[in-house]
């Protein structure tokens, strides 16, 4: 073991690493839609089917087959600017608001067809990408301090450098991939 003058910082190993537990970007988990998405998809969901924010929530989740749900403070913003965009209707209903999709809404999803059709497939590669969210948490560890390592290089790749990097990281890749031993 190596002698280290001073003990770890709280939460990091004697090897500089940062010990995390769960999920790769925090607490939070990985982003899920781009900036702009869900200000085309929420459109779309009360396009089908006048709902309420509780219901496009739940929607949204059975889209990501339960890996993701959206949180009321992502989704309620969206719906109001939404609204005050004249994109979609709130009627006050029983003490919820009950979303219908207006004129100019549908114009706004007809115009933006190619886009929409964008955040459906990010849905799929989101969905597959958050499916392995259940990985052990060792796993998630030495991702995160592969990630670690690379932003902590200096920044000056030589091309010998960028080769050995890009060759061990290739290696490691086809050997997890074919369940093999480096």
């Known amino acids: 073991m190596r002698n280290h003058p001073h003990p770890p910082e709280p939460g990091r190993d004697l090897d500089g690493f940062e010990k995390r537990s769960g999920r790769e970007r925090g607490s939070r988990g990985p982003r899920v839609f781009a900036p702009g998405d869900l200000k085309l998809l929420l459109p779309a969901l009360i396009a089908e089917q006048p709902c309420h924010g509780y219901d496009l929530i739940r929607r949204i989740e059975s889209l990501f087959d339960g890996a993701y749900t959206p949180s ?3 989704i309620y913003p969206t719906l109001t600017f939404l609204e005050e965009s004249d994109l979609i209707s709130g009627d006050a209903e029983g003490g919820k608001k009950r979303y219908t999709i207006t004129d100019a809404g549908r114009f706004f ?6 886009a929409l059709a964008g955040v459906r497939m990010r849905i799929d590669v989101s969905k597959r990408s958050l499916r392995g969210q259940d990985r052990p948490p060792e796993i998630h560890e030495a991702v995160h301090n592969l990630r670690h390592a690379l932003h902590s290089h200096h920044g000056r790749w030589s091309p010998e ?3 050995r990097v890009a060759a061990l990281l290739n290696s490691t890749a086809q050997s997890i991939a074919d369940g093999k031993a480096l």
Do not use: D, K, R, S
């Open 72 to 74: 009321p403070g992502v």
């Open 109 to 114: 999803l007809n115009e933006q067809a190619v």
């Open 161 to 163: 450098e960028t080769a």
